[in-house]
């Protein structure tokens, strides 16, 4: 079990605004930045998120992250079917990566 | 566009070693921190640890007593050795260049399974 907490699962409809919730402490998000990874089913993770808020080049303004405290949300606008994956949050402590759990998305 | 390609044997006894390399292209190995990253099937994402282009390593407590990541610069490679597996160390190995920033490359991962 990570000591980034993730929800398992998370779901919506085609359009709809999704957000993924993870979970730390002062230790790992509190005084680190967070970077969120998108898999697609049988391919290496994509970086979506990095320090917290930031697009590489080439992520859709759809995605979207945030920080506040001991804890990180991912949020996803406009919800398309191609973005059924599973999302990752991962945090470099200052002496090792930790990554949280996965959550597994569906669209509807 | 920096390349990474893991490479290695696909099945591993148990109590063996496993050995992995993972070859950079497009770019420099200089300056750099290289990691191997693991998941087992279904589950999720484990960072195993990383090396420097100068050699200086940092593991993951949990598997330090076996593993072993070497660089050689000349080649362009840096290998991944976690010895006395088990069938818990099955999974997709992959490497990649975690700068914490833009900058993240990773191989496509290599399946490694432990079976006798």
């Known amino acids: 079990q990570s000591v980034l907490t993730q929800p398992p699962s998370a779901s919506g409809t085609p359009g709809q605004r999704v957000t993924i919730s993870c979970s730390g402490s002062s230790s790992t998000i509190g005084n680190n930045y967070v970077h969120w990874y998108q898999q697609l089913p049988g391919t290496a993770p994509k970086l979506l998120i990095y320090r917290n808020d930031q697009r590489p080049s080439g992520v859709p303004d759809r995605f979207s992250g945030s920080k506040s405290g001991t804890s990180a949300s991912l949020a996803i606008s406009g919800l398309r079917s191609e973005d059924e994956a599973d999302y990752y949050c991962?945090?470099?402590?200052?002496?090792?990566?930790?990554f949280g759990g996965g959550t597994n998305l569906a669209v509807l | 566009q920096v390349q990474l390609q893991e490479s290695g044997p696909g099945l591993v006894k148990p109590s063996e070693t496993l050995s992995l390399t993972c070859s950079v292209s497009g770019g420099s190995i200089n300056s750099r921190y290289w990691s191997w990253i693991r998941q087992p099937p279904g589950k999720g994402l484990e960072w195993i640890g990383y090396i420097y282009y100068s050699g200086n390593t940092n593991y993951n407590p949990s598997l330090k007593s076996r593993v072993t990541i070497s660089v050689d610069t000349s080649k362009t490679q840096f290998s991944l050795r976690l010895n006395s597996v088990t069938a818990a160390d099955t999974a997709v190995y992959y490497c990649a260049r975690l700068d914490g920033n833009s900058e993240n490359y990773w191989g496509q991962g290599t399946l490694v399974t432990v079976s006798s």
């Open positions: 991962a945090v470099w402590d200052g002496s090792l990566w930790i």
